[in-house]
Every structure is written in C-alpha cells, then in structure tokens.
C-alpha cells in the first residue's frame, strides 16, 4: 500500500525567499506523480505533472523533480509570494488506474 | 475555473435522508473521480470511471453509491450515512488515466 509523506507539515516564510518541499513515497513502481495546491475549503489545483520516466519539469516559479528509485520528489517555489500561501499536495500515481495516493500536505504561509 | 463542476456546494442531511452529489466536466475528458476529503486525514480515492465504466472501487462503504451515465457527468448517491461520512467530497477528470487530473471545487457535507 503505497503511503506519502510531505514535510515539513507547515512553513511560514517572508515575502520573496526561495523554499523547497519535500515528499517521499513507499512504492516506487509509479506511472506519474502530480504536485497540486489547495486553497482553504476549495478543490484542488494541479500544479505540475512529473511522468515516472522524467526528472523535472518546471512551470513558471515552479520546479518539481522526482528521484522514482529512492521515492522521493521535491517542489522548488523561487521568489515566493503571498499569493502562494496555500497547503501543496504530493500524490504519486500507480496502478492500472492511475490511483493517486495522497499525502497530508504542506501548509505554506508566506508574509509581507 | 477548472472546468469541472459540483452541485450542491454545501449539503446538509439526516442519517435517514437519501440525496446525490453532481458532478460535470467540460473538458472532454474520459476518466472521473470521486475523493473524499476528511479534516486532518489525506485525500482518498473513492471511485473511478473510465468510459463510463467503474474501473476502481477502493473499499468504500456501500453506502456511497456512484452512477456515471456519460462521459460528462458523474453521480455519488448517498443514503443511510453517518455522521463521520461528513467531509469535503472533490469529483476529478483527466483525459485518461494517467494524465494530469482536475478538480472541482468540492461538496461540503454535513451529516447530522
């Protein structure tokens, strides 16, 4: 059963910093894995996509890698803004269906 | 906006009421999904449909009944539910499987 760990559970940063989010997976036999962010009581928004047989890809400020051997992917936001203040999702994919496995995420809070 | 669509917003109902959650997606896609979102616990995969047809059905009470008459459109029945089926319920589509998946805004429901 594949479980999802993302840490740190919660971040608070100033306006402007360049910050990294981590997420590590226990089953590495994964077809993709997506980064998504969530704004309170709303659904989610897909960030990235990152299929099993790339390293990174990157949107704008976001960059996402993924080591699929050691179970492990990280979010790069550079030059952080309050607007990004939302708690981000990790959730690798596996399976004939494509069953994404999510983690608690991270709760990022950036200030002025 | 998404694309993806979810009525009612909010949803109150006794353990005896019988309603359907509506979800309807505008991008053409092939495959949809129905999460269920606890405080404090991660998002979970309940259903989900590919052509129409139910191609994952991740241990779920049989309480929660889905119904997917087309491609567009998706149904979560509910009946005889608990008070700890209360939760955020997010509907999801991609155009296959393993692609990037979209979110709706979500379902708040309330089970008193």
């Known amino acids: 059963k594949q479980e999802v760990t993302q840490i740190p559970a919660a971040l608070s940063v100033p306006e402007g910093e360049n910050l990294v989010l981590n997420c590590s997976f226990t089953?590495?036999?994964?077809?993709?894995l997506q980064w998504f962010r969530q704004d309170p009581g709303k659904g989610l928004t897909s960030l990235l996509l990152i299929q099993s047989s790339q390293r990174e890809q990157t949107s704008g400020r976001l960059n996402a890698s993924l080591d699929k051997s050691s179970g492990r992917s990280t979010l790069y936001i550079a030059a952080s803004q309050p607007g990004d203040s939302a708690t981000y999702l990790c959730?690798?994919?596996?399976?004939?269906?494509?069953?994404?496995?999510f983690g608690t995420g991270t709760r990022l809070q950036v200030t002025l | 906006e998404t694309g993806v669509t979810q009525t009612p917003r909010h949803l109150v109902m006794g353990m005896t009421n019988k309603k359907s959650l509506k979800c309807e997606q505008h991008?053409?896609?092939?495959?949809m999904y129905w999460y269920k979102q606890s405080a404090k616990k991660p998002l979970e995969l309940m259903f989900v449909?590919?052509?129409?047809?139910?191609?994952e059905n991740n241990s779920v009470p049989s309480r929660f009944s889905p119904e997917c008459p087309n491609s567009s459109h998706l149904f979560l029945h509910l009946h005889t539910l608990q008070p700890e089926d209360s939760a955020l319920y997010l509907c999801?589509?991609?155009?296959?499987?393993?692609?990037?998946?979209?979110f709706g805004p979500g379902t708040r429901l309330l089970v008193l």
């Open positions: 089953d590495s036999a994964i077809y993709n």
């Open positions: 999801a589509s991609s155009r296959d499987r393993a692609e990037t998946q979209y």
């Open positions: 449909y590919s052509l129409e047809e139910r191609v």
């Open positions: 959730a690798p994919g596996t399976g004939t269906a494509s069953k994404l496995t």
């Open positions: 991008l053409g896609h092939n495959a």
